[in-house]
């Protein structure tokens, strides 16, 4: 048998469900795994004690023959994600020494679900960054490595650490959060599978909130099958979130068959940037081949607002998130600056945020207080609702013309290196974003599925978009495209 | 049911060095929601409960929580909103105002500032008989209370006391319609009536579940009218808000000394600069709070945690159907039902266990009288021991009693004092106490014919002097009374002494 933590969810539970293994002897595995991997950096807060507790509980349920859809399987968690007595603290300085006294809905499904968590897994700080390096734990690494190069390089953002974390094989699976393409974009960066969800499929409660009505959670797994049974266990209508659906949540893994003859697949033109690298455009290519071999009818679509998403996005964001932030004043939790004598209110704010705060996370909260501001309003954050509307215009029109699904690149190149954008321009950065924010502009959702390496033998990963609601004709889309990619690469382990 | 006419009352004058000038109110009423649970909790709203008691983790604004509408609250500022005559807005939506201050978890009050949930209505506000300032209503819009910050119990330390925080408020907001010190006055006592007959608000200033931001301006005469026939608000003077006042008398105070000051500075050749003031009462005097340039931005944006606020007609339809009679229907019926002057009925409607009591004792007999009683006897006789009406030892049916034995000449009015002071100390009915205590009036006229002859035979001489001077008759009434313990009836009395003197 190979190495426990290297399996699946989908492995892993057949065999616990065949009693050929335990939940015990997977989590040993998994936490063996990631004592050996403290450089990745990928996990922040390791929680031993939970996962064995939680392990012994799931095997005597398996015993009971009382197993649930994730019982006694490893996985980890965001550090956005609030864990009850477990440190969380959307890495950031601000929230020094918080532990919730409430558990997420999100982790609350899981862990009713039998799902074991063995800590919380490094991100940016608030979920702002696509490199994971605005973290105040220091970036996590990818354990992707280019060919004949150590450089280090970035496992992608904002879940980076559940990105690296899956791929090294730390866990079986991780969560993620999505505002922009942060579980797509690491996803594709390490080889993995993300899905971000239609907006409102999974509780927001008890998620440390960056921009509201873009904020989605999702699943960070080994393989499309992963995705679908962890996804079920995350999702449900929750009546603490008033965003959160009313709808049923389908049984995701029983619908996935691979087929998707008659089915037809949008091949937006305006994805097409300019200066895409040749290896992204072949890429795409490869992948409408296999989608067309697979059976699906492939058709040119037009998303016309597309090129404004991007800004568009870059206000919505930042001004939900300088309001989301605002609570976190040294007032109730977390981080208070020391005073100096006779330092009123206003010194407490300043000091404490300009302490707790990254720079990153400063810049938004600036760019979103300023298009906020009297004056700009109508400016910048009315036009972006406007641009926002049309941008889910053109989606719906794809759809009511029969699209299916959009298969778009997941992110303009593979892998880049720790610290080689951090002199570049902030924007530089922001447009790594391009092909997932229109997605979550949209409340659509969207997967990522690895399907390539570059010529320096780094995984490439393709981005499919879906119809609301509608993640199980999604997901049965993306097997088939992972079947034909057949991407079974892992990383050579050097840590 | 009839309404009632009114005339609009004429506008005060307020004389300064140079010119007259006249006063322009606008109000916005913070009136909190009465409800068990906040607005985006269900932390309790009980009031005097120890600091940080009630206090949810979305109150505290801990991270990742979020609100969900109270429904409760939404259907009482429906409520409200019918109660004040106004539109309903079947969308609304709630909008996020920032700003930071420790009694302000989040750093943001949610509010409604786009899209409120009830849009123009008016308020009747009587100065008089028939006299009355139709104030509109521009919106009623739901938000959440802050808290509480405590900065006089330590000298280097101030506490935050979030109990309050998140307890649904509903922001009334008039159009400039009020024109007076003594209007506003009687604009926020009749706003807090017609919510505490909706039960929508309790009323109480004292514990700050209703209180008011007042903006004053001065304008001179004509510019009022010229601002109502174009809606351009700068015929108006600059205006200055003075905030958060829980005192009709300070709201009174407030607004003269602002008068004052804006007239003087207007009239010394200044202008007045638009600002927040605070009103203190030990100085009587208002004071800046906030200059225009110390304003802050709120930056006000839809709050993505909530969608938009839909209800449905017939649910509004349902709340209007289940809407109690309110005073201005309810004063314009026991004027015209009962035959009530316009004050006993703005005295018996003033509250409504009052007016429930008036009806009590009043159904099927002679209104005015029960009014009397209640009025005049009961009211000084509760005021006299500081007693409520709801905590009366007199029943609605022991005033409608002594309503009927007065009706019925079974007792004079004056023995009916007596009756109402033995009811009122001891509980018995009036009934039984006439009864027992032998208090009926004697109408029986061959009793009294009796007595006045006794009188008339032991006092011949008074006989003459009285045949001489008619008005010595009444000494003759006087014996009669004493003579029968004052229960005979004085009408009968006098006319019997009347005829046997043969006046």
Known sequence: MADLNTLGLAEARDLLRKGETTSVELTEACLKAIDAADVLNAFVHKTPEIAMERARAADARLQAGDAPAMCGLPIGMKDLFCTEGVPSQAASRILDGFRPEYESTVSANLRDAGAVMLGKLNMDEFAMGSSNETSAYGNAINPWRRDGDDTALTPGGSSGGSAAAVAADLCLAATGTDTGGSIRQPAALTGTVGIKPTYGRCSRWGIIAFASSLDQAGPMTKSVRDAAIMLGAMCSHDPKDSTSADLAVPDFESLLSGDIRGKTIGIPREYRVEGMPAEIEKLWNDGTEMLKAAGAKVVDISLPHTKYALPAYYVIAPAEASSNLARYDGVRYGHRAKLAQGDGITEMYEKTRAEGFGDEVQRRVMVGTYVLSAGFYDAYYNRARKVRTLIKRDFEQAFAAGVDAILTPATPSAAFGLGEMTEADPVQMYLLDVFTVTVNLAGLPGITVPTGRDAQGLPLGL??????????????????????????????RWW | MLDLTYEAPKVKTIAGAKHDWELVIGMEVHAQVSSRAKLFSSASTKFGAEPNSNVSFVDAAMPGMLPVINEFCVDQAVRTGLGLKAAINLNSAFDRKNYFYPDQPAGYQISQLYHPIVGEGEVLVEMGEGIARRVRIERIHLEQDAGKSIHDMDPTMSFVDLNRAGVALMEIVSRPDIRGADEAAAYITKLRQILRYLGTCDGNMQNGNLRADVNVSVCLPGQYEKYLESGDFSHLGTRCEIKNMNSMRFIQQAIDYEARRQIAIVEGGGTVDQETRGFDPDTGETRTQRSKEEAHDYRYFPDPDLLPLEIEQAWVDDIAASLPELPDEKKARFMTGFGLSDY????LTAEVEAAGYFEQAAEGRDGKLAANWIINELYGRLKKDET?????????????QIVDLIKSDAISGKIAKDVFEICYTSGRDPEEIVETEGM??????????????????????????AKQNPKLAGWFVGQVMKATGGKANPKAVNDIVSAKLGL
């Open chain 2, 440 to 465: 009926k009036q004697v109408t029986d006229t061959g009793a009294i014919e009796t007595a006045v002859d006794e009188i008339i035979a032991a006092n011949p001489a008074q006989v003459e002097k």
């Open chain 2, 388 to 400: 409520q009406l709801a905590d009366s030892p007199v029943s609605p049916a022991q005033i409608g």
């Open chain 2, 344 to 347: 006993d009925a703005s005295v």
């Open chain 1, 463 to 492: 981005q499919l978009i879906g119809r609301p609601w509608e993640e199980a004709d999604l997901l049965n889309t993306a097997l088939a495209l992972e079947s034909a990619a057949g991407f079974v690469a892992k990383p050579a």
